[in-house]
């Protein structure tokens, strides 16, 4: 259970992977028994990544006042491969269910990345009434704007200083490379998508959540 779940259940979440099999037991009884078995949910590791430069405007920062149901999230990460080559992950997040809906891998950050990530999520979803994204210039591009207006959907920027306004596909992209990216290696891009997609099939649909069992429960 643990071994198939990209070792990234503490003790928590196993106690209700067990409780869904019928087996009930104390959060301090897994915990004594994790340690004894060497088991332990996979730590965090540091990320340096490239640094780029971009220049700022003013754009419309409506995050706060986003409904979830209507709203959608998008970013973009770093990724490494074996052999040092830096690769791009971008990804669209729905905001109300917390799941990914389109992502794309390139060895290039461009408007063509974004592009090409957003179209896929709009082809098999029905289109927010807003997407919020940082101000990066792949987001600021005239090509993205453009998308964005073909389908009337409002753009909202994280303010300048305040990049904790798009913390949950940050948050995601956070949890890819703990529980996943940090324990393989990756010869080459195409095993890199190959597992990158297994893991966000795994997020979507089979990891537990703690806060959405809290939800159901209260």
């Known amino acids: 259970m643990w071994q198939n779940n990209y070792k990234a259940y503490g003790a928590p979440r196993l106690r209700l992977a067990l409780a869904d099999l ?10 004594r028994l994790m340690r004894s078995a060497g088991i332990y949910s996979v730590m965090s590791r540091r990320f340096n990544k490239p640094t780029t430069t971009v220049d700022y405007s003013q754009r419309p920062n409506l995050i706060k006042h986003l409904p979830a149901a209507n709203a959608w999230s998008m970013d973009i990460t770093y990724l490494k491969l074996n052999n040092g080559q830096w690769v791009y992950l971008a990804s669209v997040l729905e905001l109300r269910t917390y799941q990914i809906l389109s992502h794309q891998i390139s060895t290039t950050m461009d408007t063509r990345l974004v592009l090409i990530t957003l179209q896929r999520a709009l082809s098999t979803h029905q289109k927010p009434s807003y997407l919020h994204t940082d101000m990066g210039s792949q987001f600021t591009s005239f090509g993205f704007e453009n998308l964005l207006n073909h389908h009337k959907i409002d753009h909202s920027y994280s303010k ?13 992209h956070s949890l890819l490379k703990r529980e996943m990216i940090y324990q393989f ?9 190959l597992d990158v997609a297994k893991y966000i099939h795994w997020f979507n649909n089979e990891r537990i959540s703690i806060a959405n069992r809290k939800m159901k429960v209260a």
């Open 185 to 193: 290696r990756f010869p080459s891009i195409a095993h890199l998508i």
């Open 22 to 31: 019928n087996l009930h037991h104390g959060i301090n009884r897994i915990r």
């Open 160 to 172: 300048l200083g305040h990049p904790y306004d798009n913390a949950r596909i940050e948050s995601f």
